[in-house]
Structures are given as C-alpha cells and as structure tokens.
C-alpha cells in the first residue's frame, strides 16, 4: 500500500543537524505513527512521505520553511521574574507553557539577568535545516475511529 492522504504510517527516523549531530531518534521510543494528510509531522517530511511504501529507506533533507519555520525575533520577550510564581531558580533552558494571544504558548527561558527573564517562543528547531534517515515500517488504512479522532491509536500513536 502506497503512503496517501487518511493512511497510517509508522516509521522509525534519526533527525540530525546540518553538521551531523543527533537531534532525536525514534529507537529510544519504537516507531512513530502519524496520519498522513493531517498536518502532524513537518510538511516537508510529509510530502517526502507521499507514494512510499512499508519497507522504504530514504534521507531527506528539508530547510526551515518545509520543517519549523525561520525564527521570529517577535517571539522573544523579557518579562520580569515575579510572572514566574511559584517557581524557586528560573534557569536557562527551562520550559513553560505561557498564555499567548492564540492560546497555548511553549516558551525556553533563555536568559535571566536583573530580575528580568528572556523568553522565546520559537520552536526550539526553527531556522535550522533537518536531515531525516526514514525506514518506514507499515503503512495501513487508518480506522473510522482514527479519522473521527485525527490521530493514530495503539502502538506507534505518539503525539509529536
């Protein structure tokens, strides 16, 4: 069965940077599914997906626009400390879920200085090119349920 829109797939990938450093692997967690055609994993690696089939091997190399987008620097804001309560030491690389204009906001502290704390609101790969390794593992028709639901059930149905 070839990868189209409302199909499952589960694949196993090493994600690296452009000098070859590992960014994450799926061998530490078993093979990731995704429905294909819903916008769940970057669109460049959703458009090298369309057409394969259960078995195929392939690299491919995407820019920041077909993977998390270019940095905006209008997502990075200083907020004084006390926006922070509850929390003892706020360090850089410390994650928060802030309240955005749209909703939920991941935020990484990525300095703190003067009772003033830096944070960004990019994802954390935006403006970097991401080299994929995929072995795609099964492709399948998704299930009523799955399609109802917009996500995968079972093994493999892990949120990313």
Known sequence: ?????????LFHYMLTDDEGNVIDASHKRGALGYLH???QIVPGLE???????AGDQFKVALPPEEGYGQR???????VPAEA?????????????????AQGPLEVTVTKVADGMVTVDANHLLAGK??????KIEEVRAATEEELQHGHV???????H
């Open 1 to 9: 069965m070839q990868i189209t829109d409302q199909c499952v797939v």
């Open 37 to 39: 055609g819903s916008g």
């Open 47 to 53: 458009k090298a997906m369309e057409g394969r089939s």
């Open 72 to 78: 905006d620097e209008s997502l990075v804001q200083t």
């Open 84 to 100: 922070f309560k509850g929390i003892d030491e706020i360090k850089p690389g410390m994650q928060f879920t802030g309240q955005g």
């Open 129 to 134: 090119s991401l080299h994929f390794d995929i």
């Open 153 to 159: 059930h079972g093994e493999g149905g892990h949120q």
